[in-house]
């Protein structure tokens, strides 16, 4: 590149106007340019860095002998050399700019030419990124970025990583607002991935922003599921993808507020709904857009219970008895008060039935019976005053009865969770077994207690409950047996065999019924593998097992334990082992190897030209050749499942297999059920014949495995 220093034709106007001024009335000469003078139609590119190198063609006529080409901002001349001159066209490097903004270019040959619109080219800065808003988006694409920096002007590209079709490029969606901003559209990458955002001008690329194509909110569960009308839920949103979270929809509304808690975790406060039913909670966030619908999203605005009656309406204020109360979306109640008092027991009948156990008063009074479910509390209305009537000491006391209980056995330690059903049971203030209080119960309704049993002796005993006054009586269906834990008194492994054995064992099962009982074994103490037993005649105290142990492997150690459950306890075995047979040995092959020695090519010695016959061997075995070494191929006859008589069996080789000194040929033979034996020959030259050689002989795995020769 060569810029030059000399002085533009119009730089000595201002100090010779004077002498041109005389030249041209003394001589009267032409027009300032000669005739044939130099005219510039275009100059491409038309853009270019201040610091100027950019090859640029220049287009017009009469260039020929063009010696100087000049950049012209106002009365600022910078000359450049140019270069690959025709009398229509020459390139030039642009020399350093002197400001930005367009500047003229002239060419000097036969004079220089004239400024026009068609000459200019313009310098400018390379682009800068500041900020872009948003810096993420969805990897679908299709939302406005606002980039912030400086030499928008000119820009022709926005690259969302390389500057390629499909990634926003030569002006897709582009609308520059001003040199220091612009406005692009993102494209869909289909790929979550951070890219470099890039923009292009004429003059060069900017530095990189980085912009995040981030997935969509996925929204995978909300719970509670269900609320009240009114609102004011708090509900936790599971998910993923919710980092940037800008909003979380209840259907429709937006939620009364939320927290983020965690990419995977939202907390939310449903707004108020006014009517009934599901709607669709999603999440909406900065780079992924919204979280789409789906079924386990789904949020339950509930209807407020009302109650429209209650039966009877009035009694004893020491309580006692139980309440029906009538009303509408009942179901799911969680709460029955009698003014302030919460009943201690409730049950929800159904959406229109309630059924709860009548709390006690201080003294005589008429208090509103209120019931809550998820969707709020019942208003209160003259349908549902019950009156306490008398002191707190009276009462109502019904006889409760036990139904059924379970499990109907346990361990003499106590521990055991048991179910009462029955009735009445929602004034139950005492649970025995036997003569022995309960360790702890808990009165789930009005027909259900769940009781945990106390220590006992062996022994069957009755559960009684008693209400005030009234205890059950009791029935068959009432009697709680205890039993010692089960106990293994012998456990062993017969009938091994190859690939299967049988377990025996003898149990004491404390006189109640086992209720599991499995086989662990394996090949290690962690076992790995589980049997079960098969169906059991308990109880009768001492109790037989036997278990077949499937799918073993020959010749290995296997260890074992016994697990057997009870309603008393679970008790083990300690570890045993047992070793399994191997499999029985097939005889060492005996094949005829038919071979022709003959001369070649790279150290052949000879042929080998089939099998012709196969002693000690036996029907339904298989024959597989090998070749070890020496060989262009690997595999080189199988013959299966044969049949007698064997030593009349012959196979050709077509084409018969190359032999030198480093062949190997391995011989094997194998059966299911049986272990394998190989063999392998060498083979030798002896004068015109070739002598085939034993090297090494063993034995197969039923997978082809060289293993120990044993049985």
Same mark, same amino acid.
């Given at each position: 590149m060569a810029?030059?220093?000399?002085?533009?034709?119009?730089a000595?106007r201002?100090?010779?106007?004077?002498?041109?001024?005389?030249?041209?009335?003394l001589?009267?000469?032409?027009?300032?340019?000669?005739?044939?003078?130099?005219?510039? $139609?275009?100059?491409?590119?038309?853009?270019?860095?201040?610091?100027?190198g950019?090859?640029?063609?220049?287009s017009?006529?009469?260039?020929?002998?063009?010696?100087?080409?000049?950049?012209?901002?106002?009365?600022q001349?910078v000359?450049?050399t140019?270069?690959?001159?025709?009398?229509?066209?020459?390139?030039?490097?642009?020399?350093?700019?002197?400001a930005?903004?367009?500047?003229?270019?002239?060419?000097?040959?036969?004079?220089?030419?004239?400024?026009n619109p068609?000459?200019?080219f313009?310098?400018?800065?390379?682009?800068?990124?500041?900020?872009?808003t948003?810096?993420?988006?969805?990897?679908?694409?299709?939302?406005?970025?606002?980039?912030?920096?400086?030499?928008?002007?000119?820009?022709?590209?926005?690259?969302?990583?390389?500057?390629?079709?499909?990634?926003?490029c030569?002006g897709t969606?582009?609308?520059?607002?001003?040199?220091?901003?612009?406005v692009?559209?993102?494209?869909?990458v289909?790929?979550?991935e951070?890219?470099?955002?890039t923009?292009?001008t004429?003059?060069?690329?900017?530095?990189?922003?980085e912009?995040?194509f981030?997935?969509?909110?996925?929204?995978?569960?909300?719970?509670?599921?269900?609320?009240?009308?009114?609102?004011?839920?708090?509900?936790?949103i599971s998910?993923?993808?919710?980092?940037?979270?800008?909003?979380?929809?209840?259907?429709?509304?937006?939620?009364?507020s939320?927290?983020?808690?965690?990419?995977?975790s939202?907390?939310?406060?449903?707004?108020?709904?006014?009517?009934?039913?599901?709607v669709?909670?999603?999440?909406?966030t900065l780079?992924g857009?919204?979280?789409?619908?789906?079924?386990?999203?789904?949020?339950?605005?509930?209807?407020?219970?009302a109650?429209?009656?209650?039966?009877p309406?009035?009694?004893?204020?020491?309580?006692?008895?139980t309440?029906?109360?009538?009303?509408?979306?009942?179901?799911?109640a969680?709460a029955?008060?009698?003014?302030?008092?919460?009943s201690?027991?409730?049950t929800?009948?159904?959406s229109?039935?309630?059924t709860?156990?009548?709390p006690?008063?201080a003294?005589a009074s008429?208090?509103?019976?209120?019931?809550t479910?998820?969707g709020?509390?019942?208003?209160?209305s003259?349908?549902?005053?019950?009156?306490?009537?008398?002191?707190?000491?009276?009462?109502?006391?019904?006889?409760?009865?036990?139904?059924?209980?379970g499990p109907?056995?346990?361990?003499?330690n106590?521990?055991?969770?048991?179910?009462?059903?029955?009735?009445?049971?929602?004034s139950?203030?005492?649970?025995?077994?036997?003569?022995?209080?309960?360790?702890s119960?808990?009165?789930?309704?009005?027909?259900?207690?769940?009781?945990?049993?106390?220590?006992?002796?062996?022994?069957a005993?009755?559960v009684?409950?008693?209400?005030? $006054?009234?205890q059950?009586l009791?029935?068959?269906?009432?009697?709680?047996?205890?039993?010692?834990?089960?106990?293994v008194?012998t456990?062993?492994v017969?009938?091994?065999?190859?690939?299967?054995?049988?377990?025996?064992?003898t149990i004491n099962?404390?006189?109640?019924?086992?209720?599991?009982?499995?086989v662990?074994?394996?090949?290690?103490?962690?076992?790995?593998?589980?049997?079960?037993c098969?169906?059991?005649?308990?109880?009768?105290?001492?109790?037989s097992?036997?278990?077949s142990?499937?799918?073993l492997?020959?010749?290995?150690?296997?260890h074992?334990?016994?697990?057997?459950t009870?309603?008393?306890?679970?008790?083990?075995?300690?570890?045993?082992?047992?070793?399994?047979l191997?499999?029985?040995?097939?005889?060492?092959p $005996?094949?005829?190897?038919?071979?022709?020695?003959s001369?070649?090519?790279?150290?052949?010695?000879?042929?080998l030209?089939g099998?012709?016959?196969?002693?000690?061997?036996?029907?339904?075995? $298989?024959?597989?050749l090998?070749?070890?070494?020496?060989?262009?191929?690997?595999?080189?006859?199988?013959?299966?499942?044969?049949?007698?008589p064997?030593?009349r069996i012959?196979?050709?080789?077509?084409?018969?297999?190359?032999?030198?000194?480093?062949?190997?040929?391995e011989v094997?033979v194998?059966?299911?059920?049986?272990?394998?034996?190989?063999a392998v020959?060498?083979?030798?030259?002896?004068?015109?014949?070739?002598?085939?050689?034993l090297?090494?002989?063993?034995?197969?795995?039923?997978?082809?495995?060289t293993?120990?020769?044993?049985g």
């Open positions: 810029y030059g220093s000399i002085s533009h034709p119009r000595c201002a100090a010779a106007v004077f002498a041109l001024v005389l030249a041209m009335l001589l009267a000469a032409p027009a300032s340019r000669a005739d044939g003078a130099p005219s510039v $139609s275009g100059v491409i590119p038309e853009y270019g860095p201040l610091t100027g950019t090859e640029v063609t220049v017009g006529s009469n260039f020929m002998g063009a010696s100087t080409v000049w950049f012209v901002l106002g009365e001349y000359a450049a140019p270069f690959n001159v025709t009398d229509g066209s020459l390139d030039v490097y642009s020399p350093p700019g002197l930005a903004g367009p500047v003229d270019v002239e060419v000097t040959a036969n004079g220089t030419s004239a400024p068609d000459d200019q313009t310098y400018d800065t390379i682009p800068t990124v500041t900020t872009m948003p810096s993420a988006g969805p990897i679908g694409g299709g939302n406005p970025v606002t980039i912030t920096g400086t030499g928008f002007g000119i820009a022709s590209c926005v690259s969302f990583g390389p500057p390629v079709a499909d990634r926003v030569l969606g582009l609308t520059i607002e001003s040199d220091n901003q612009l692009v559209t993102a494209p869909d289909g790929t979550v951070t890219v470099d955002v923009v292009i004429g003059v060069g690329t900017s530095s990189a922003g912009y995040t981030a997935p969509p909110p996925s929204v995978t569960s909300v719970g509670p599921n269900v609320g009240p009308e009114g609102g004011g839920t708090t509900v936790t998910g993923s993808g919710f980092t940037g979270v800008t909003g979380v929809m209840f259907g429709s509304t937006p939620a009364a939320y927290a983020f808690n965690s990419d995977s939202i907390t939310a406060t449903s707004p108020a709904d006014a009517d009934a039913g599901p669709h909670v999603t999440v909406t780079g857009g919204s979280s789409a619908a789906v079924s386990a999203d789904q949020f339950t605005y509930l209807s407020p219970p109650v429209t009656g209650i039966s309406s009035a009694g004893p204020a020491g309580g006692g008895g309440i029906t109360i009538t009303g509408t979306n009942l179901a799911g969680t029955v008060d009698f003014g302030s008092t919460a201690p027991v409730i929800a009948d159904s229109d039935s309630v709860a156990v009548i006690g008063a003294s008429t208090v509103p019976v209120t019931v479910t998820l709020g509390t019942s208003p209160t003259p349908g549902d005053d019950y009156t306490y009537v008398g002191s707190a000491s009276s009462k109502t006391t019904v006889r409760p009865a036990v139904t059924s209980i109907v056995a346990g361990s003499v106590g521990g055991t969770r048991v179910t009462i059903d029955g009735t009445n049971l929602g139950v203030s005492a649970v025995d077994f036997g003569t022995v209080a309960a360790a119960f808990a009165v789930e309704s009005d027909s259900q207690i769940v009781a945990v049993a106390p220590a006992h002796v062996a022994d005993v009755t009684w409950v008693t209400a005030g $006054s009234e059950s009791a029935g068959a269906k009432t009697t709680f047996t205890y039993a010692p834990m089960p106990t008194l456990v062993h017969a009938g091994i065999r190859t690939v299967r054995s049988v377990l025996k064992a099962d404390g006189g109640i019924p086992v209720t599991g009982c499995v662990q074994y394996g090949r290690t103490k962690r076992y790995g593998v589980t049997a079960s098969p169906p059991l005649t308990s109880p009768g105290s001492i109790v097992i036997t278990a142990l499937a799918r492997a020959p010749a290995t150690v296997y074992y334990r016994l697990e057997v009870t309603a008393a306890g679970t008790v083990v075995s300690e570890d045993k082992w047992f070793t399994t191997q499999l029985p040995l097939l005889k060492a $005996s094949v005829g190897l038919v071979v022709q020695r001369l070649g090519t790279r150290g052949t010695i000879g042929q030209l099998i012709d016959g196969i002693e000690r061997g036996v029907a339904g075995e $298989s024959i597989v090998r070749c070890l070494a020496g060989c262009s191929q690997e595999n080189v006859l199988t013959l299966k499942h044969l049949e007698p064997l030593n012959k196979a050709t080789l077509a084409p018969a297999l190359p032999l030198s000194i480093a062949t190997r040929i094997g194998s059966k299911a059920g049986h272990l394998g034996r190989f020959y060498a083979f030798v030259p002896a004068g015109s014949t070739l002598a085939v050689q090297v090494k002989t063993g034995c197969l795995s039923t997978r082809g495995r293993v120990s020769c044993r």
